[in-house]
């Protein structure tokens, strides 16, 4: 399987206007990756002053924000969020939205799959799925180190498929391994 940057850098080509949707609950330790790595993209974006990229905070309710992602008219959109992907605490996948019935999305009112069939509906976009294996979901808890480490790594190889900066991946990449 290709690193996950090449996999993000193939599916946003021709990319004019990303969305990036974090997703989670900031109550329940892992859950809150999605919008931990959102808010972190949405940190560096501002700084850079981006444009053409647009972050927003779904939550629990992701599809309270269909109305908000259909008027940006994403080209392209990344949807971030804590995924049983089956794997190792912290472990990172990317799904197409027709792959992703058998993934278990954390704490959604909706499932993810009837949002995004919602979306495809009205709005003519590439949509992937960026799911992070949780460790703990228990209330209170703080995030895992495995999971901190993802979030960093997520929100680097997005915003580094978006720049088109490898560098500045694999840079920051070593960095999240070193617990920086």
Do not use: W
């Amino acid at each position: 399987m290709q690193p996950l940057i090449t996999q993000l850098i193939n599916k946003l080509k021709g990319a004019k206007r990303v969305v990036v949707l974090g997703v989670g609950s900031e109550l329940r330790s892992d859950d809150a990756a999605g919008m931990l790595a959102a808010k972190a993209i949405d940190k560096k974006i501002k700084k850079d002053k981006k444009p053409a990229i647009a972050v927003l905070f779904g939550e629990t309710a992701p599809e309270n924000l269909t109305g908000e992602i259909k008027k940006l008219k994403p080209t392209h959109l990344i949807i971030i969020d804590a995924a049983d992907i089956s794997g190792k605490s912290g472990e990172v996948s990317l799904f197409d939205p027709e792959n992703i019935k058998g993934v278990s999305f954390c704490t959604h009112q909706l499932p993810m799959n009837i949002m995004i069939d919602y979306l495809k509906n009205y709005i003519d976009c590439e949509i992937m799925v960026v799911g992070i294996q949780p460790k703990n979901l228990k209330v209170g808890n703080n995030l895992s180190k495995e999971v901190k480490i993802a979030v960093k790594y997520v929100a680097d190889v997005i915003l580094g498929a978006i720049y088109k900066d490898i560098k500045h991946v694999v840079h920051s990449n070593l960095n999240a391994k070193k617990g920086e």
